[in-house]
């Protein structure tokens, strides 16, 4: 079993920035792909940004130009920059680990390995 932990959620005005962080430790080969999702309340799980064993990443259309995501030369610590946050970016974010190594898969019902989650709020 793969253990995903995340930090660096917050509150911050409209166009401010934060960096979240999630660590996988245990069984990491189950989380050669790691992704980031978001759930706000009352609504579905979506794809944020994801990055797979060689670095290439993906991003969902809303924070193209806005997010980062990027993990350290371990792999076991993924970082998503968030720059220019507005309110419709407030959610629950969660990381996601698959054991794939190639293919960074956007539907979250197809990752087995959760974070607990980290809250963000972006006031106007």
């Known amino acids: 079993q793969v253990q995903l932990v995340e930090s660096g959620g917050g509150m911050v005005q409209a166009g401010g920035s934060l960096r979240l962080s999630c660590t996988a430790s245990?069984?990491?080969?189950?989380?050669?792909?790691m992704s980031w999702f978001r759930q706000a309340p009352g609504k579905e799980r979506v794809f944020v940004a994801g990055?797979?064993?060689?670095?290439?990443?993906k991003y969902e259309d809303s924070v193209k130009g806005r997010f980062a995501i990027s993990r350290d030369n371990g792999g076991n610590t993924v970082y998503l920059k968030m720059n220019n946050l507005n309110p419709e970016d407030t959610a629950v974010y969660l990381c996601?680990?698959?054991?794939?190594?190639?293919?960074?898969?956007?539907?979250?019902?197809?990752?087995?390995?959760w974070g607990q989650g980290t809250q963000v709020t972006v006031s106007s």
């Open positions: 996601a680990g698959d054991p794939r190594r190639a293919y960074i898969i956007t539907d979250a019902t197809r990752y087995a390995y």
């Open positions: 990055i797979n064993y060689s670095g290439t990443t």
């Open positions: 245990g069984r990491t080969d189950m989380a050669n792909t």
